[in-house]
């Protein structure tokens, strides 16, 4: 569990397969020195996929549409997005709403049939029993297969799609970092308990937060030295997830040698 300092493009494939890969690359949206899009990365994640694994990448409706070909030309398949819901955030010059929202989307590797891809399901426990009872779906959907997930009456509810958590300012390390809580919810829903996490632009290391209290393995990797150390800091001084048995997550061997790697 750490993060490696340099290029993920240089570094991360090595360390591969990840069950899941979470990405959150500059969005390139601004004239920021820091905000330029990184290029030739989709390929090498899409590589270090293991067979069930896929990528959750952050970013706005511009950057998807700037890039979507690159995902594509990746042999990524779009699968599905979330809508993250923040009580503030910063717009651009043309926009007309305040801008409260980041996106956040799934891919996995277009050779792979979705079935094959690891993927929980979230829920809720704020269901309320209904009253009235729909009983098909509406016309205009055509036909859809039944979902992954049906609801008990009154009982657990699926996740909404858009997720309200609360951004970092006044406490973040990092001037984009996303809030660890959100980051376990993907981190829940695409990797299995102990299985590993490649976070590609680690920023602040709050997905190493995530997967230190959901019991996943955490690599990630950061270009920007001071910023990884903190990274690692943060992460070390979070209390490791317990299995209910008293014994903590193990971590496997090979971090050790990462550990011992790192610049
Ligand atoms: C949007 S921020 C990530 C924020 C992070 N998710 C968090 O919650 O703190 C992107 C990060 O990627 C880093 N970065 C940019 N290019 C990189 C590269 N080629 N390899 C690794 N990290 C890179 C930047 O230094 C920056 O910290």
Redo the contacts with the bound molecule.
């Keep these: 569990m750490t993060v490696l300092t340099g290029?993920?493009?240089a570094l991360m494939p090595a360390h591969a397969p990840f069950d899941l890969i979470l990405a959150?690359?500059?969005y390139g949206d601004t004239s920021l020195a820091?905000d330029r899009r990184?290029d030739g990365w989709l390929q090498l994640a899409r590589a270090a996929l293991a067979p069930t694994g896929s990528l959750w990448v952050f970013g706005s409706l511009r950057s998807f549409m700037a890039t979507a070909n690159r995902f594509t030309e990746a042999g990524l398949r779009y699968a599905q997005e979330i809508v993250w819901e923040k009580q503030n955030g910063s717009g651009f010059h043309a926009d007309r709403f305040k801008r409260v929202h980041e996106l956040a989307a799934q891919f996995y590797p277009a050779a792979s049939p979705w079935r094959d891809i690891y993927n929980d399901v979230q829920t809720t426990p704020d269901a309320t029993a209904r009253t009235v009872r729909r009983k098909r779906r509406p016309p205009h959907t055509g036909h859809i297969d039944v979902g992954h997930y049906i609801s008990q009456d009154g009982g657990p509810r699926l996740m909404r799609s858009v997720i309200t958590v609360r951004n970092c300012h006044g406490r973040a390390i990092?001037p984009?970092?996303?809030p660890s809580a959100l980051l376990e919810i993907l981190i829940r829903t695409s990797c299995p308990v102990g299985g590993l996490v490649g976070d590609?632009?680690?920023?602040?290391g709050?997905?190493g937060e995530a997967c230190r209290l959901s019991g996943r393995r955490y690599l990630g990797?950061?270009?920007?030295a001071a910023?990884a150390e903190r990274a690692r800091s943060r992460i070390a001084a979070v209390l490791p997830f317990h299995d209910g048995a008293g014994a903590t997550a193990p971590l496997a061997p090979e971090f050790s040698r990462i550990e011992g790697e790192r610049s």
């Design positions: 290029d993920c493009r959150d690359p500059p820091w990184v990092h984009t970092e996303k590609w632009f680690a920023g602040s709050a997905a990797c950061e270009i920007d910023m």
